[in-house]
């Protein structure tokens, strides 16, 4: 069965960084596109970056533009978020999704998502 | 970015009513919304995609239609497990964006 699971969240003072890893199992990696999305503690969600099924392109939230990267790695089926300069604001839980496979590259739709890490910005 | 407007913000319904949710988009999404369920401390589950396609092992109570800017999630007959968070999505337009959410209570 599909499996995401996150690590790598913690307590991170502000303008430090921190890198989350997301690891893949239960269907081809290599093949699908993925997200992140992130839910600050008792808000809503709000999607921040996707990687294409072969990292040739990838998108981002304003609020974390130039912050933010992500990529992946197919040799190890996982997903990561580098995330630097990191603000209070930043304060989420911290999810990776796949997106739900079409004929075209990217659905938009997220069909598995993993249970999520804590990312707390604090001094 | 597109701004999703959902109402309303908590529905209080006892098991067994009919949950009518709403999702307003500020400008057309076409039909390229979906819908999620997000129980506490859980992660969110894809429900409807494409405004009215049950996702893979959603039950048929749940339903949604509209196109355009005003979409409705439906479901028909409240079990004990439905009672959680919904949210809607859209992916016309990058970024993604997501609805504030309604969260459907006991009444």
């Known amino acids: 069965q599909v499996q995401l699971v996150e690590s790598g969240g913690g307590v991170v003072q502000p303008g430090r960084s921190l890198r989350l890893s997301c690891a893949a199992s239960g269907f081809t990696f290599s093949n699908y596109a993925l997200h992140w999305v992130r839910q600050a503690p008792g808000k809503g969600l709000e999607w921040v970056t996707i990687?294409?099924?072969?990292?040739?392109?990838?998108y981002y939230s304003d609020s974390v533009k130039g912050r933010f990267t992500i990529s992946r790695d197919d040799s190890k089926n996982t997903l990561y978020l580098q995330m630097n300069s990191l603000r209070a604001e930043d304060t989420a839980v911290y999810y990776c999704?796949?997106?739900?496979?079409?004929?075209?590259?990217?659905?938009?739709?997220?069909?598995?998502w993993g249970q999520g890490t804590l990312v707390t910005v604090s001094s | 970015e597109i701004v999703l407007t959902q109402s309303p913000a908590t529905l209080s319904l006892s098991p067994g009513e009919r949950g009518t949710l709403s999702c307003r988009a500020s400008q057309s999404v076409s039909s390229y919304l979906a819908w999620y369920q997000q129980k506490p401390g859980q992660a969110p589950r894809l429900l409807i995609y494409d405004a009215s396609n049950r996702a893979t092992g959603i039950p048929a109570r749940f339903s949604g239609s509209g196109s355009g800017t005003d979409f409705t999630l439906t479901i028909s007959s409240l079990e004990p497990e439905d009672f959680a968070v919904y949210y809607c999505q859209q992916r016309i337009n990058w970024p993604l964006t997501f609805g504030g959410g309604t969260k459907v209570e006991i009444k």
């Open positions: 999704a796949r997106d739900r496979p079409t004929k075209t590259a990217v659905s938009g739709y997220l069909d598995y």
């Open positions: 990687i294409s099924y072969d990292g040739s392109y990838k």
